[in-house]
């Protein structure tokens, strides 16, 4: 079976703080993949990363950053510097083989960033 | 125009009502799924199809049935509404070589009185 717990329901930082939003997930799985979606308040799903099992490489894109460890089963996600647009719930989510990589979505992360 | 595109928007039916929920894309894929959203529960998995032939159920697929009626077309039924059935309802694409990224519609938000 595969699981992700987003352990933190709600987050609220002060602008230009940093942020980690914790994601750690279970799988049977050799071969699975990873993401992180971002939704606002407008509602709509935006992809933000992939990252599949063999790549444990962390990965920065501007002010976001991920960091992917095997050894713990995570899937951390980082932002630097927070802004107020950043305020959305972010979901992690697993897929595999053995669910014909359907995504398995954690409960979500509410973060809210004020000025 | 949307890649992925759910009609309706927003619904609102009674109890006991049948409903139909429509997902077209236009972005070529193979892969359709459906899920719900509840707040503080993220994302769950209703029904997935890997094509028009290939149907399969999901974490939460009671008191659902699906239709692939083309490989663009996935619809979602809901036979008889409960209002625990409230709730966002997405609809989503991916393609076997992108495996798992999943492209969403805009969400149908359903209230069952």
């Known amino acids: 079976a595969q699981k992700v717990t987003q352990a933190q329901t709600e987050i609220s930082v002060v602008e230009k703080e940093d942020v980690t939003l914790d994601c750690v997930y279970e799988?049977?799985?050799?071969?699975?993949?990873l993401f992180w979606y971002k939704q606002p308040p407008s509602g709509e799903l935006v992809f933000l990363i992939r990252?599949?099992?063999?790549?444990?490489q962390n990965e920065i894109s501007g002010r976001y950053s991920w960091n992917f460890q095997k050894s713990t089963s995570s899937f951390n996600f980082t932002i630097t510097a927070s802004q107020v647009v950043d305020s959305a719930v972010y979901f992690c989510a697993l897929s595999g083989s053995n669910s014909g990589y359907a995504l398995n979505f954690g409960k979500g992360t509410s973060l809210l960033v004020t000025p | 125009d949307a890649d992925v595109t759910q009609t309706p928007r927003n619904r609102i039916t009674k109890t006991g009502k049948r409903i139909m929920l429509e997902c077209s894309q236009t972005k070529g894929h193979d892969r359709m799924y459906w899920y719900r959203q509840d707040p503080g529960l993220g994302l769950r998995l209703i029904y997935y199809?890997?094509?028009?032939?290939?149907?399969n159920k999901g974490e939460i697929s009671d008191g659902y049935s699906v239709s692939r009626q083309a490989q663009a077309k996935f619809s979602l039924s809901l036979e008889s509404a409960i209002p625990n059935q409230t709730a966002l309802y997405f609809c989503?694409?991916?393609?076997?070589?992108?495996?798992?990224?999943?492209?969403f519609g805009e969400g149908s938000r359903l209230t069952v009185l």
């Open positions: 799988t049977r799985d050799t071969t699975y993949y």
């Open positions: 199809s890997f094509d028009v032939k290939d149907i």
């Open positions: 990252r599949n099992s063999f790549d444990e």
């Open positions: 989503a694409t991916s393609s076997v070589r992108n495996t798992g990224e999943l492209f």
